[in-house]
């Protein structure tokens, strides 16, 4: 379970997003929506450890992910699969390098278990045959299908973490991605946070849904808490 305890994030002195309090069961995804600028990378920053809370605690796994000395937070880390907002891929580098770069740097394998592993991941995504392409070879969706084999390399992911996953994708593409996203959920049961702006995606992706604006969560609860809410900022956001 992932659990937020009265988080507030923020750089600095100021604060972003606060008093967030929620759960997200095993194996359950939960879709963070907001305006730009609301605190939605912040919250996914919080979760992967690289910002703590200025108050309360975030629970991964009943372990607080603030309280982490450098060991801890190195081995949580592999756990846990970012999906970049973009995709964030190198350009310099070749899909399989994309791939296998940190068990490269981290791990002592040797060269052919890391391709075996790049292998199984492009097939997973479905694109076993762009391994040696560069980045700018690919197509968008391509672009987010090989960040999310990326994601998984480490190991079998406890939480996956999508940064806008569909952002820039025509719709056709887009549906291909939540398709791949659902797979990643269900092959692996884990727990999942999506931001996006996209009602229809959020809706595809997610059990639960998270409404963040001016500050603080409006409103978390399932699709038809969502659809039932007199929340003016939620009423709106759905209806577009
Ligand atoms: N490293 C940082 N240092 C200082 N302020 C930051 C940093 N990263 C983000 N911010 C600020 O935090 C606020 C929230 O940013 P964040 O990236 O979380 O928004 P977002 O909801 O993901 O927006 P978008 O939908 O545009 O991606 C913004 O005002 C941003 O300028
Ligand atoms: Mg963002």
Known sequence: MIRFDGVSLGYGDRTIVRDIDIEVPDGQTIVILGDSGSGKSTILKGVLGILKPQAGRILVDGSDVGELDEEGLLAYRQRIGMVFQEGALFDSHTVGENIGFWL????????????DRVRTLLRFVGLEEVIDKMPDELSGGMKRRVAIARAMAPQDPLVMLYDEPTTGLDPFTSSTICDLIRHVQSEFKAMSLVVTHDIHDAFRLGDLFMFIHESRVVLTGTRKEIEQSNEPFVKAFISI
Not at 104 to 111: A, G, K, L, S
């Open 104 to 115: 490269w740097e981290h791990t002592d394998w040797p060269d052919e278990k890391i391709e």
